[in-house]
């Protein structure tokens, strides 16, 4: 029963991660300012009474802890209430998640079908031509920051050339540009890692072994070496999803992708507590289960794992 | 030669194809705009971003034109009576709401009843309206306004968000929740779809009471990154953007089919003293420092150029405004000549406080400590978290020598601020003023002749002046940035643009 054990322990580990960054996320926030006074304005002719009103009317008027059980309790019966200024919030962020997941997974995936060929390439050509101009490559992409590249790629192809919309959600040719500066950057990141753990696992003996039983070097690549530096792979991009989510949140404001990241800017801007507190809660919510599902996946590809 | 001639022929054809495509294509103008206010019934908001789109689709009794003139909106005339406590409205008559409802008298009843009702004391446009005691119907097209108290600015207010007639039965029958993601009115332009965080459409009202508008298709896009906005522009994918960055000015006027059109805006940049504590308690100090700032320079390098001197809270658009006000002349000399009859030695410290999140504000912040270290005082910056300064610095007098305001006064009217600012316990004056400068205000918010009216506030005016309160620095333009197919663009002062005019030309 030990692999059991293990899935529960990491499962309260997450939950309990879950709750603290919950907890610190509601904290914070109430922290910024007074969302009351947010609504009524700079300029109105405000009384403490019409404070008073509104705070009534939004809920702040309760302790912390019950405004906070509040929300965690509706985060889990699906009930996410009303935001202050944009009606009810489940609507919202279900259409920003689909957004968001969209373009994270485009990314995604065109990061790995640019990254997975480039990186073998250059592990089995260690320190060759191709294999340096690669490794150039992958660190002048990293060395973008997202939003500039954001910016230069849609100067180019859509003032410039016109060949694509600049910003906003008009169809699928909308998802390329944004698609393109995020895949960019992971790719450049991507890249290096597949490189570092292709060479590892093709220095090993039992890739020596393969070769010398003179498997063809198509099935010693891809049925042996790929799977056993999968592990390795796998877990950088379960770390790497935390930092995909936020590089998510430059870019989809760049391009006023209608995402996670859009809104939350936007709630920030209003002070819409009940909104960007869901954004940030579900969003870590979603970066604990990626890694759970990583830690996971390791015991399923690695039966050393299972066994310690 | 058979190809050249071929050629032509295509190029003949597709000239065909082109212009007979323009006639019959509909005319549609795309603007873009930082914020998406999100929500559509007037009596929610006080954002500029929804009168920019709002102004399209409702209509007051009242209308404020470009020149921020009164003009006869949905009442075709008004007369004030008994000293002002009552105000009688004559109404247009055939006017319909976009549902084909029917606009008189009960659906003004309405409007204000809901707006001083349960429903205006969720939002923020109540209060500007308290002094309206209750409507009258007097016949179909007919109604009176009974007042609590005189209220000067009540007709100008009538222009205001807050007082946009809306349809009682579609309200009564749809519900609130529904009339604010699906507005109808009685404006120029019809409601057709709204994306929040992305667009709304409006389609054009051909039964418009104050004529067709020219163009039939009007969207708003709401782009918050400022370069993206441009991007768009740039792109030819919209035609006109709102809240263009100054920065961004010298891009525009690169581009040969784009341009800047800037009118004088309400709002304005200043620093207010605290009058209670530190060096700046000294009058002397106060006009020292007005003296020893260059407004001039200021809004060469941050504007772009697009702004007024000014010499009171206000631009030349308010009313309230005196040409006659002589401001405190730039020069560094009389100011370290009276910082020195006021004892103040060469270096002191003081301390300027701002609203962190405004980049704009921090760099003039920064140049207001080198125009203060050449008369001899040593300015130190203190950004503060915006809500925190707002809420907890300012009102509280709570703020150091030096504390940024800036202000925008919508209403063109300068008791607006005047009176926010100026009269001992409102909220925008923790360190108080004079008694003088409370009758003054009081005064001018009962009285009903105009003129009588505009003496008093150029008197506060005068008067704030005199006891150097602030340093008033610029009245800011505002800036659109206009595609040149776009032809008829009037710009509004106020940004609540109502597109009547305008046409797209391919």
Same mark, same amino acid.
């Given at each position: 029963?030990?692999?059991v054990?293990?899935?529960?322990?990491?499962?309260?580990?997450?939950?309990?991660?879950?709750?603290?960054?919950s907890?610190?996320?509601?904290?914070a926030?109430?922290?910024?300012g007074?969302?009351?006074?947010?609504?009524?304005?700079?300029?109105?002719?405000?009384?403490?009474?019409?404070?008073?009103?509104?705070?009534?009317?939004?809920?702040l008027?309760?302790?912390?802890?019950?405004?906070?059980?509040?929300?965690?309790?509706?985060?889990?019966?699906?009930?996410?209430?009303?935001?202050?200024?944009?009606?009810?919030?489940a609507?919202?962020?279900?259409?920003?998640?689909?957004? #968001?997941?969209?373009?994270?997974?485009?990314?995604?995936?065109? &990061?790995?079908?640019?990254?997975?060929?480039l990186?073998?390439?250059?592990?089995?050509?260690?320190?060759?031509?191709?294999?340096?101009?690669?490794?150039?490559l992958?660190?002048?992409?990293?060395?973008?920051?997202?939003?500039?590249?954001?910016?230069?790629?849609?100067?180019?192809?859509?003032?410039?050339?016109?060949?694509?919309?600049?910003?906003?959600?008009?169809?699928? &040719?909308?998802?390329?540009?944004?698609?393109? #500066?995020?895949?960019?950057i992971?790719?450049?990141?991507?890249?290096?890692?597949?490189?570092?753990?292709?060479?590892?696992?093709?220095?090993?003996?039992?890739?020596m072994?393969?070769?010398a039983?003179?498997?063809?070097?198509?099935?010693?690549i891809?049925r042996?070496?790929?799977?056993?530096?999968?592990? #390795?792979?796998?877990?950088?991009?379960?770390?790497?999803?935390?930092?995909?989510?936020?590089?998510?949140?430059?870019?989809?404001?760049?391009?006023?992708?209608?995402?996670m990241?859009?809104?939350?800017?936007?709630?920030?801007?209003?002070?819409?507590?009940?909104?960007?507190?869901?954004?940030?809660?579900?969003?870590?919510?979603?970066?604990?289960?990626?890694?759970?599902?990583v830690?996971?996946?390791?015991?399923?590809?690695?039966?050393?794992?299972?066994?310690? | 030669?058979?190809?050249?001639?071929?050629?032509?022929?295509?190029? +003949?054809?597709?000239? +065909?194809?082109?212009?007979?495509s323009?006639?019959?294509?509909?005319?549609?103008?795309?603007?873009?705009?930082?914020?998406?206010?999100?929500?559509?019934?007037?009596?929610?908001?006080?954002? %500029?971003?929804?009168?920019?789109?709002?102004?399209?689709?409702?209509?007051? +009794?009242?209308?404020?034109?470009?020149?921020?003139?009164?003009?006869?909106?949905?009442?075709?005339?008004?007369?004030?009576?008994?000293d002002?406590?009552?105000?009688?409205?004559?109404?247009?008559?055939?006017?319909?709401?976009?549902?084909?409802?029917?606009?008189?008298?009960?659906?003004?009843?309405?409007?204000?009843?809901?707006?001083?009702?349960?429903e205006?004391?969720?939002?923020?446009?109540?209060?500007?309206?308290l002094?309206?005691?209750?409507?009258?119907?007097?016949?179909?097209?007919?109604?009176?306004?009974?007042?609590?108290?005189?209220?000067?600015?009540?007709?100008?207010?009538?222009?205001?968000?807050?007082?946009?007639?809306?349809?009682?039965?579609?309200?009564?029958?749809?519900?609130?929740a529904?009339?604010?993601?699906?507005?109808?009115?009685?404006?120029?332009?019809?409601f057709?779809?709204?994306?929040?965080?992305?667009?709304?459409?409006?389609?054009?009202?051909?039964?418009?009471?104050?004529?067709?508008?020219?163009?039939?298709?009007?969207?708003?896009?709401?782009?918050?990154?400022?370069?993206?906005?441009?991007?768009?522009l740039?792109?030819?994918?919209?035609?006109?953007?709102?809240?263009?960055?100054?920065?961004?000015?010298?891009?525009?006027?690169?581009?040969?089919?784009?341009?800047?059109?800037? %009118?004088?805006?309400?709002?304005?940049?200043?620093?207010?003293?605290n009058?209670k504590?530190?060096?700046?308690?000294?009058?002397?100090?106060?006009?020292?420092?007005?003296?020893?700032?260059?407004?001039?320079?200021l809004?060469?390098?941050?504007?772009g150029?697009?702004?007024?001197?000014?010499?009171?809270?206000?631009?030349?658009?308010?009313?309230?405004?005196?040409?006659?006000?002589?401001?405190?002349?730039?020069?560094?000399?009389?100011?370290?000549?009276?910082?020195?009859?006021?004892?103040?030695?060469?270096?002191?410290?003081?301390?300027?406080?701002?609203?962190?999140?405004?980049?704009?504000v921090?760099e003039?912040?920064?140049?207001?400590?080198?125009?203060?270290?050449?008369?001899?005082?040593n300015?130190?910056?203190?950004?503060?978290?915006?809500? %925190?300064?707002?809420?907890?610095?300012?009102?509280?007098?709570?703020?150091?020598?030096?504390?940024?305001?800036?202000?925008?006064?919508?209403?063109?009217?300068?008791?607006?601020?005047?009176?926010?600012?100026?009269?001992?316990?409102?909220?925008?004056?923790?360190?108080?003023?004079s008694?003088?400068?409370?009758?003054?205000?009081?005064?001018?918010r009962?009285?009903?002749?105009?003129?009588?009216?505009?003496?008093?506030?150029?008197?506060?005016?005068?008067?704030?002046?005199?006891?150097?309160?602030?340093?008033?620095?610029?009245?800011?333009?505002?800036?659109?940035?206009?595609s040149?197919?776009?032809?008829?663009?009037?710009?509004?002062?106020?940004?609540?643009?109502?597109?009547?005019?305008?046409? %797209?030309?391919?």
């Open positions: 029963m030990p692999i054990s293990y899935f529960i322990k990491r499962f309260l580990q997450a939950a309990f991660v879950v709750v603290v960054v907890l610190l996320v509601a904290f926030i109430r922290m910024t007074d969302p009351a006074m947010m609504m009524l304005g700079e300029s109105a002719n405000i009384t403490e009474a019409d404070l008073h009103n509104i705070r009534e009317q939004m809920g008027n309760r302790p912390f802890l019950v405004q906070y059980w509040g929300f965690m309790s509706g985060l889990f019966s699906g009930d996410l209430g009303d935001s202050f200024f944009r009606g009810a919030i609507p919202l962020i279900w259409q920003a998640m689909k957004a #968001t997941m969209l373009l994270a997974i485009i990314s995604l995936g065109v &990061s790995m079908l640019i990254s997975l060929p990186g073998i390439y250059a592990a089995r050509h260690k320190n060759s031509w191709g294999d340096q101009c690669i490794r150039i992958s660190l002048t992409g990293l060395s973008f920051p997202n939003f500039w590249l954001g910016i230069m790629l849609m100067l180019l192809f859509s003032v410039t050339l016109k060949w694509l919309p600049v910003s906003g959600f008009s169809g699928a &040719s909308s998802l390329i540009l944004p698609a393109l #500066t995020i895949g960019i992971l790719t450049a990141s991507n890249l290096r890692i597949i490189r570092s753990a292709m060479l590892e696992v093709l220095n090993s003996q039992y890739v072994v393969a070769r039983k003179g498997l063809s070097e198509h099935r010693v891809y042996h070496a790929l799977r056993n530096s999968a592990i #390795t792979i796998i877990t950088y991009l379960g770390l790497q999803f935390g930092a995909l989510m936020g590089g998510l949140v430059v870019v989809e404001l760049v391009f006023n992708w209608p995402g990241g859009t809104l939350a800017i936007e709630s920030i801007a209003q002070r819409d507590y009940p909104i960007l507190q869901t954004v940030v809660t579900v969003l870590a919510m979603l970066i604990v289960f990626v890694n759970l599902l830690d996971v996946a390791y015991v399923m590809l690695d039966p050393r794992i299972r066994l310690e | 030669m058979l190809k050249h001639h071929s050629l032509k022929k295509l190029a +003949l054809a597709t000239l +065909l194809v082109v212009s007979s323009s006639v019959w294509a509909d005319t549609s103008l795309t603007v873009a705009q930082r914020q998406d206010p999100n929500s559509w019934d007037p009596i929610d908001t006080f954002l %500029v971003a929804w009168s920019s789109a709002g102004g399209s689709l409702f209509d007051g +009794l009242v209308l404020r034109d470009e020149n921020l003139k009164l003009q006869p909106g949905l009442a075709t005339s008004w007369e004030i009576l008994e002002g406590l009552r105000m009688r409205f004559k109404l247009s008559e055939g006017v319909k709401f976009h549902n084909g409802e029917d606009f008189n008298a009960d659906a003004v009843k309405f409007t204000f009843d809901r707006l001083l009702g349960e205006g004391a969720k939002g923020p446009q109540r209060s500007n309206y002094s309206i005691k209750s409507i009258e119907v007097v016949d179909d097209h007919t109604v009176d306004f009974v007042m609590n108290a005189p209220d000067p600015v009540m007709l100008t207010k009538l222009a205001g968000y807050g007082a946009m007639i809306v349809p009682p039965k579609y309200i009564t029958e749809k519900g609130d529904h009339f604010n993601m699906n507005p109808v009115g009685t404006g120029p332009f019809k057709k779809s709204y994306t929040q965080g992305d667009k709304l459409e409006l389609v054009i009202n051909p039964d418009y009471f104050g004529g067709k508008p020219k163009l039939d298709n009007l969207t708003y896009r709401f782009i918050r990154e400022d370069a993206t906005r441009l991007a768009e740039q792109a030819g994918r919209v035609d006109v953007v709102h809240d263009i960055a100054f920065s961004a000015i010298p891009t525009v006027k690169e581009n040969d089919s784009i341009e800047i059109v800037s %009118v004088a805006g309400p709002s304005i940049m200043s620093y207010q003293f009058t504590a530190g060096i700046t308690k000294d009058l002397k100090v106060r006009q020292a420092i007005n003296m020893a700032v260059d407004k001039k320079v809004i060469d390098a941050f504007l150029g697009y702004g007024t001197p000014i010499d009171s809270l206000q631009g030349k658009l308010s009313f309230g405004y005196d040409p006659d006000l002589k401001g405190y002349p730039f020069d560094p000399e009389k100011a370290k000549q009276l910082l020195k009859e006021a004892g103040v030695k060469p270096g002191t410290e003081i301390t300027i406080d701002y609203r962190a999140n405004n980049a704009a921090g003039i912040s920064q140049a207001m400590t080198s125009f203060l270290q050449n008369v001899g005082l300015a130190k910056l203190k950004p503060i978290e915006s809500s %925190v300064f707002l809420n907890d610095i300012v009102p509280k007098g709570k703020t150091d020598e030096l504390f940024q305001f800036t202000w925008g006064g919508w209403t063109f009217d300068f008791d607006n601020t005047a009176y926010l600012i100026y009269h001992d316990g409102e909220r925008w004056n923790p360190y108080g003023t008694e003088e400068m409370n009758k003054l205000l009081e005064a001018q009962s009285i009903v002749d105009q003129d009588e009216r505009l003496k008093i506030l150029r008197q506060v005016g005068q008067l704030a002046h005199d006891n150097a309160y602030h340093l008033p620095l610029y009245n800011e333009d505002t800036i659109y940035a206009v040149k197919k776009v032809k008829g663009f009037v710009p509004a002062p106020d940004r609540r643009m109502r597109y009547l005019t305008t046409t %797209v030309e391919e």
